[in-house]
């Protein structure tokens, strides 16, 4: 009897304890999108998006932006600003201007990210080609939350082959091994749409270097061995093989299934590797003429 007593009591103070943690959904600002641009005096310009749930509020999502020296610094002065509590354990995307990236590593500056163990580490790592305003305050009244459109845009683009999906956890490991290429997705808005053209590539250093369009990401998801799905490539051949014009002499592969054969070597002291890929599958398009032939192999 005894022993069922404090059975009891010990239920009753575990309830109790977790009435007393909660957290309501309505003083609560989720963070979605957190973006990195430079501002006129060098110092950060941070943008941040959070849904909004209160039932008064005419809009769905709150933007914020603020000049800080650091991403701690903001945190303290969105803090002040909000309404609510902010959590970071939803972050969904990290957006950085390609002008920040030729200015300065952004490497050191995202740590409080990776230290603070209630932080979503899964958030996709994105570079912006243009003003980052563009792109967070990009009218998506017809898509949804800006957060959720710029996650299945990135997310879409990478399962058609068109760019990388790189992480928060990954971009760390990228940036900490000698032997990666950092790289992350590369968007930019356009008549208030937003658009996947490729793939950024950084310096170890953490400074931009250049940029793969749709087309090359496909070749480095090859190389990377990330495919999501069917690769598709486009190239053009010879007029005299095609028996048509120049502009309408193209091949297209869907490539879905790749065997590597990889041969390694040491030259002039340095590693050689050669990389090579046999399809085992795929479906490829000849466009001819103003028809096209479709063939599989």
Not at 8 to 28: F, H, P
């Given at each position: 009897m005894k022993r069922l007593w404090l059975t009891?009591?010990?239920?009753?103070?575990?309830?109790?304890?977790?009435?007393?943690?909660?957290?309501?959904?309505?003083?609560?600002?989720?963070?979605?999108?957190?973006?990195?641009?430079?501002?006129?005096?060098?110092?950060?310009?941070v943008y941040t998006t959070y849904p909004v749930f209160t039932p008064e509020a005419k809009e769905k999502y709150n933007i914020s932006?603020?000049?800080?020296?650091?991403?701690?610094?903001?945190?303290?002065?969105?803090?002040?600003?909000?309404?609510?509590?902010?959590?970071?354990?939803?972050?969904?995307?990290?957006?950085?201007?390609?002008?920040?990236?030729?200015?300065?590593?952004?490497?050191?500056?995202?740590?409080?990210?990776?230290?603070?163990?209630?932080?979503?580490?899964?958030?996709?790592?994105?570079?912006?080609?243009?003003?980052?305003?563009?792109?967070?305050?990009?009218n998506m009244k017809d898509k949804g939350r800006i957060g959720i459109v710029i996650r299945d845009i990135v997310d879409s683009a990478h399962r058609n082959g068109s760019t990388v999906l790189v992480r928060l956890e990954q971009f760390h490991r990228q940036m900490l091994d000698d032997r990666i290429t950092p790289s992350m997705t590369e968007i930019k808005a356009q008549n208030n749409e937003l658009i996947v053209t490729g793939t950024a590539l950084l310096k170890k250093n953490g400074l931009y270097a250049t940029s793969l369009n749709r087309q090359e990401s496909s070749l480095l998801l090859l190389l990377t061995r990330e495919m999501a799905g069917p690769i598709p490539l486009t190239i053009r051949l010879p007029s005299a093989?095609?028996?048509?014009?120049?502009?309408?002499?193209?091949?297209?592969?869907?490539?879905?299934?790749?065997?590597?054969?990889?041969?390694?070597?040491?030259?002039?002291e340095q590693f050689v590797f050669e990389i090579g890929m046999k399809r085992d599958h795929y479906r490829t398009f000849i466009c001819s003429g103003y028809g096209a032939e479709r063939q599989s192999a």
């Open positions: 009891g009591m010990a239920a009753c103070l575990v309830l109790v304890a977790g009435c007393g943690d909660r957290l309501l959904l309505e003083q609560t600002r989720m963070l979605l999108v957190l973006g990195l641009d430079t501002a006129v005096d060098d110092r950060l310009l932006a603020d000049k800080a020296v650091s991403l701690r610094h903001s945190r303290q002065r969105l803090d002040a600003m909000s309404t609510g509590t902010i959590a970071a354990g939803k972050l969904q995307n990290v957006l950085i201007s390609k002008r920040l990236l030729q200015k300065q590593n952004i490497f050191p500056d995202l740590d409080v990210l990776f230290r603070d163990p209630k932080n979503d580490i899964n958030a996709r790592m994105i570079v912006v080609d243009g003003p980052l305003k563009d792109v967070i305050y990009a093989q095609t028996k048509a014009k120049k502009e309408r002499s193209t091949v297209s592969f869907d490539i879905q299934d790749v065997q590597y054969d990889i041969k390694t070597g040491y030259e002039r």
